[in-house]
């Protein structure tokens, strides 16, 4: 079952295309990563998705299709009953999207309450079950935390926690390892395994590293200069692609003690 279909879509700030012709299609329970450098427009297409593009971004040409149904034209109510329910994101650094003065129960409970009537008793408890499925020991005191308390990994098991809330069909994350170091990343790529192998979300996952990429998706789209550059399944990208830039990305991944872990 297809869930999600962008066709030739164009993205312009200002009238001035930064995202032209992008085509892509992901399954059910499907993972999917776009890879490239900064600049390259991999985060524009994921905001785009949701209705998130920032300022003057609109989608000028093409269709985005969410289970069949264009999402350019709906409303803002249509829009608050499919963000984190239907669709869910999970930003780079997940603390950092939390207002710091409030406690991270405070802000979870909230959104249990924006897309369900449940009282604040029932959201708290609900809140402590999702963040200790996300393997956060003690969710009553993570709960009674601030973000700046908890460290990048806690935070962005919260970022995922909400996101999972409603078992969303579709899960964007927008470079949701790149604060973190290589073990936490570790940790954190299983995580999304994990979420597809129990809830079969389908997963598109920005990233700048092409070695995360591999080890997590079934296809990867390379973006360069807000086009598609080179597009297929991992072991296509890491031992058929004829593609350059995409054979440049993959020498840029770091080796340990001489062996590079994307082959």
């Known amino acids: 079952m297809t869930i999600l279909e962008l066709k030739d879509v164009t993205i312009s ?33 994921v905001r785009s998705i949701l209705g998130l593009l920032s300022g003057d971004g609109k989608v ?65 408890r609900k ?41 969303p069909k579709l899960l964007l994350a927008d470079e949701p390892t790149s604060a973190l170091d290589v073990t936490t990343q570790a940790q954190i790529i299983r995580q999304f395994v994990e979420l597809r192998e129990k809830y079969g979300t389908s997963i598109i996952m920005v990233t700048h590293n092409l070695g995360v990429a591999a080890y997590l998706s079934d296809n990867i789209i390379v973006m360069k200069n807000g086009k598609i550059e080179d597009y297929g399944s991992s072991d296509y990208m890491l031992h058929h692609t004829m593609k350059n830039y995409t054979r440049s990305l993959l020498d840029a991944v770091p080796a340990l003690g001489g062996v590079r872990y994307v082959e």
């Open 13 to 45: 700030y200002k009238n001035k295309p930064v995202v032209q012709s992008f085509n892509m299609k992901i399954e059910q329970g499907e993972i999917v990563s776009i890879v490239g450098e900064s600049g390259s427009g991999k985060t524009t297409v």
């Open 60 to 124: 000028t040409a093409g269709e985005i299709l969410f289970e069949g149904k264009s999402v350019l034209n709906i409303t803002k109510e249509d829009w608050r009953l499919l963000r984190g329910t239907e669709i869910s994101m999970i930003f780079q650094d997940s603390g950092a999207m939390m207002n710091p003065i409030r406690r991270v129960g405070s802000a979870f409970t909230e959104y249990i309450q924006t897309h369900e009537r449940i009282s604040q008793k029932d959201a708290w």
């Open 127 to 167: 809140g402590v079950e999702m963040l200790e499925r996300m393997r956060l020991p003690n969710g009553d005191h993570i709960m009674k935390s601030y973000p700046f308390q908890l460290s990048g990994g806690m935070r962005q098991r919260v970022g995922i926690a909400m996101g999972m809330t409603y078992q």
